[in-house]
């Protein structure tokens, strides 16, 4: 694992932290749909 890597994983947890505060600040169904296929997508760039 390069640092590189390890930057882009670091990187992607905080945004998904921020989507999740996000997310339940503004608990529309849309936003929450929206954030699961967000934290989905990004899963698999991290396991790609």
């Known amino acids: 694992m390069n640092k590189k890597h390890l ?3 670091s990187f ?3 945004l998904i932290t921020i989507l999740m505060i996000n997310s339940s600040l503004h ?3 849309v936003t929450r749909d929206w954030y699961v296929g967000s934290s ?3 899963a ?3 396991t790609a």
């Open 44 to 46: 698999y760039i991290i």
């Open 7 to 9: 930057m882009k994983i």
């Open 27 to 29: 608990s529309s169904a």
């Open 12 to 14: 992607i947890s905080i």
């Open 40 to 42: 989905v997508k990004y």
